[in-house]
């Protein structure tokens, strides 16, 4: 090991030898050069200074996106073109049930359900061909099989000239679970629904088919009486057969009308508003007629719609019964509802009132909950929830109501998706 002294005198013998090879200066050339040299000093020291605390800040913002990225509530994880795992935070190893490290370059298909799969595949192919972010919801599988639904959102972006995807995702497991519940709710009611409608469907098709038994009872008993005072020729028997025939076609005919108002799988078709209404004032009109309500049509509209013809001949059914029972309950003079029937651009607008009276106003923002009903007795509560329920799930439109000068008004909206 060399001495420090030794080293130094050896140094300085090298400098004095080429200082004696440097041209002599005078002293404020000298003194020039020290300055020069002084203020180089500094400015190396300011630069070093500067670049300690560019260094610490740059520090400090990696911590704070390790801490905002890693630690954040919210699943983040940025997969390459072949769905490597580049980058992913905490919380979205959870999800995965391995820590990030282990999930580097694993494909992100390994964790994707697989009857999802597809919902994926077209997912990220849409990502790719936009500039814009886009959703979708699906599920994921962890390491110990736990399923999770998550809502994912993916852009896609270059990342060292390469296609890169940056994936957000959050659980919804418990909103899945939420829908599931209210999805087998609304099934339930609905069966409930059609019970009740049976029942009613009952009491119609008695009061459809109560004058042609009459009308038939009768014709049989002419021909027995015309046999027991042997007056029963050729011509009564046809006669009265034709009578009959008749009178059973009738109601064989109704009995069709009822089919297929309970037929709710029936395929869309391209209908008139009127045809609906006809078909519904089939299945009605006795009932109507029995309990003396009139039935004004007022109908602007001829456009042909797309739409399930069953479903809205359930709506209007619904509105109609509800309408008859108040004007019943109310015992109103001159019970009447009036249907109009108006078209826009957009919608074909059918607004069904009554002369009943109107609902109250402290019920009128509750008669569309499950088993609300303003009804003294028999009302179970589902009759507007059914229809705006089907209006809106299954008929793309919308049913509101409102209380006009003499009673209330129900107003159904069917937007134009699939008119002619």
Not at 33 to 54: A, C, D, G, P, T
Not at 68 to 80: D, G, K, S, W
Not at 294 to 323: E, F, G, H, Y
Not at 390 to 417: D, M, P, R
């Amino acid at each position: 090991m060399l001495d420090k002294d030794l080293l130094r005198s050896k140094a300085e013998a090298i400098v004095n030898e080429k200082m004696i090879q440097v041209p002599s200066v005078s002293q404020a050339k000298m003194k020039e050069i020290f300055l020069e040299l002084e203020v180089h000093r500094i400015e190396l020291e300011m630069q070093n200074e500067e670049l300690r605390r560019s260094h610490k800040e740059l520090q400090e913002s990696k911590d704070l996106y390790f801490d905002l990225y890693n630690m954040a509530p919210v699943c983040y994880c940025t997969i390459n073109n072949k769905n490597l795992i580049t980058k992913i935070n905490f919380r979205a190893s959870e999800v995965f049930g391995l820590e990030s490290s282990k999930l580097i370059y694993k494909s992100i298909s390994d964790f994707i359900f697989p009857d999802d799969q597809d919902i994926f595949y077209l997912h990220k192919k849409k990502v790719a061909a936009s500039s814009k972010p886009h959703s979708c919801e699906l599920r994921v599988v962890n390491q110990d099989g736990t399923i999770t639904w998550v809502h994912l959102s993916a852009t896609a972006v270059k990342e060292d000239e390469k296609n890169t995807y940056r994936l957000v995702f959050s659980n919804i497991s418990k909103q899945k679970k939420v829908e599931e519940e209210m999805k087998k709710k609304d099934e339930m009611i609905l069966v409930q629904a059609r019970y009740v409608a049976m029942g009613e469907m009952i009491s119609m098709i008695a009061h459809q088919w109560r004058q042609p038994l009459n009308i038939i009872g009768l014709a049989i008993a002419n021909i027995q009486t015309k046999q027991t005072f042997k007056q029963l020729d050729t011509a009564a028997i046809e006669e009265n057969s034709n009578i009959i025939s008749e009178n059973i076609s009738y109601m064989s005919n109704t009995i069709n009308d009822f089919k297929n108002y309970f037929k709710s799988d029936m395929p869309k078709e391209y209908t008139k508003i009127q045809d609906v209404i006809n078909s519904t004032i089939k299945v009605i009109s006795k009932t109507l007629e029995h309990n003396k309500v009139s039935l004004k049509i007022q109908n602007d509209s001829n456009t042909p719609m797309l739409i399930q013809k069953s479903l809205l001949m359930q709506v209007l059914i619904n509105i109609l019964i509800n309408a008859k029972d108040a004007l019943v309950s109310n015992n109103v003079a001159g019970a009447n509802i009036d249907i109009s029937v108006n078209e826009t651009d957009a919608a074909t607008v059918l607004t069904i009132c009554d002369n009943a009276g109107g609902i109250p106003e402290d019920v009128i923002d509750k008669i569309n909950q499950p088993y609300f009903t303003t009804k003294k007795s028999n009302g179970t509560g589902l009759g507007v929830y059914i229809a705006q329920m089907i209006t809106e799930k299954q008929l793309s439109g919308s049913l509101t109501w409102y209380n006009a000068s003499q009673g209330a008004c129900f107003v159904v909206t069917l937007n134009k998706h699939g008119v002619k």
